[in-house]
C-alpha cells in the first residue's frame, strides 16, 4: 500500500506558498481586488506621470542622489507628476526635487519584513502588500521611464516595463536607462541576446541609455510632445467621494 503523502503547510502563511485553504484563498482575491481599487481611487487625479525607479540604499551624499533629486525637478517643470516607489534612497531623491519645487510627488510604497517607510517627500502615497499590484501602479499611471542604477527590485522593474512593451501590453513609452558605466553589464548581455536572437535587432532600440540629463529629458519630451495632446482636467464626483489632490 502506497504511503499517503503529507500536506505541507507553512508556518507562516505566504501568497505564494501553493494551494491555501478555500477561506484563505478566497480572502487573498478579495484583498487584491481591494487593493487595486484602492489604488485607482489614490492615483485617478494626481495627473500625469513620469516613474523613475531605482535603489534604496543610495544615501543623500551619493551622486545619484542628486541627479535623482534634479530628474525630480525637471519632470515637474515639464508639468508632470513624480511617480516612485515611495521609500528611501534614489525613490525620496526624486520626490524630493519635485516636493521642493511645489510639483505633486507620488508614491507606491511596498510593506516589507524590515519594513519600508514612506519618504516624506509626498502628497499622496498608497502602501501595497503585494509587488505585483505594486509594479502595475507604478506603469499605470506613466507616460515615461527614468531607471537609475538599482539591485534586484531595479531590475525586476525595469525587465517588467520591457517585457510589457516588447509584447504591446502597454504602450511603448520612453524608457530611460541612466549611468552607462554602471550598466554596461548588462547592455553586454543584452548585445549577446542579440547575437543569440533571444531578442530582436529593434529590442535594443526601447532604450535610451545615456548620462546626460538634457538627452534624457529631451528623449521623453520629443515622445510626449509628439504623441498627446493636452486634455481638461477630470471631474471628481461628489458622490464617490472623490476629494482634491492635496496642495
Known sequence: MAETQPVISSKKSLYLAGPQSRGVELA????????????????YFVGPCITVFGSARFKE???YYEIAREFGRRI???????????????????????????????????????????????QKWITFDYFFLRKAM??????????MPGGFGTMDELFNTLTLIQTKSITQFPVVLYGKSYYEPLLEMFRKMKNEETILVN?????LVTDDLDEAMNHIRTYISNNYNLQKKRKRLWWLFEKKFPS
Open 76 to 122: 515637474v517643470a515639464m508639468g508632470f507628476t513624480v511617480m516612485t516607489g515611495g521609500g528611501p534612497g534614489i525613490m525620496e531623491a526624486a520626490n524630493r526635487g519635485a516636493f521642493e519645487t511645489g510639483g505633486n510627488s507620488v508614491g507606491c510604497n511596498i510593506r516589507l519584513p524590515m519594513e519600508q517607510q514612506p519618504n516624506k517627500y509626498m
Open 61 to 63: 551624499d551619493h551622486p
Open 138 to 147: 507604478l506603469l499605470k499611471y506613466s507616460y515615461a521611464f527614468i531607471v
Open 28 to 43: 487573498f482575491a478579495w484583498k487584491v481586488f481591494w487593493q487595486i481599487l484602492a489604488g485607482n481611487r489614490a492615483l
Open 203 to 207: 529590442d535594443l532600440n526601447l532604450l
